[in-house]
Nanobody, 124 residues
Framework: QVQLVESGGGLVQAGGSLTLSCAAS????????MGWFRQAPGKEREFVAA????????YATDSVKGRFTISRDNAKNTVYLQMSSLKPEDTAVYYC?????????????????WGQGTQVTVSS
């Protein structure tokens, strides 16, 4: 069992930066691939970025490449999403999720545990 708690969301102006954190409790954090998803009002949840348990491989969706960076600290059981050059279209509730090895990277149903989400609002 893994429990995930996100933090770091808030209101920021376009062009600004935020860093989201996701603290995990439970065993074997490093065995899980960690991902970030987001859901904007009226839209479906979408994949943002993910990283392997060891941290050696990461992927991000095209719309955030060069602006968002996923990282993790296994000693602290925490995964981060550094967001810069934020745009109004980045406004959404951001969720972190944990996936066992071998499941889909990009599909939400590939992730077993989810946090409660943190709101990110980017004003123009």
């Amino acid at each position: 069992q893994v429990q995930l708690v996100e933090s770091g969301g808030g209101l920021v102006q376009a062009g600004g930066s935020l860093t989201l954190s996701c603290a995990a409790s439970g065993r074997s954090f490093s065995r899980y691939r960690m991902g970030w998803f987001r859901q904007a009002p009226g839209k479906e949840r979408e994949f943002v970025a993910a990283m392997t348990g060891s941290g050696d491989t990461a992927y991000a969706t095209d719309s955030v490449k060069g602006r968002f960076t996923i990282s993790r600290d296994n000693a602290k059981n925490t995964v981060y999403l550094q967001m810069s050059s934020l745009k109004p279209e980045d406004t959404a509730v951001y969720y972190c999720a944990a996936a066992p090895a071998g499941s889909s990277w990009y599909e939400g149903n590939g992730y077993e545990y989810w946090g409660q989400g943190t709101q990110v609002t980017v004003s123009s």
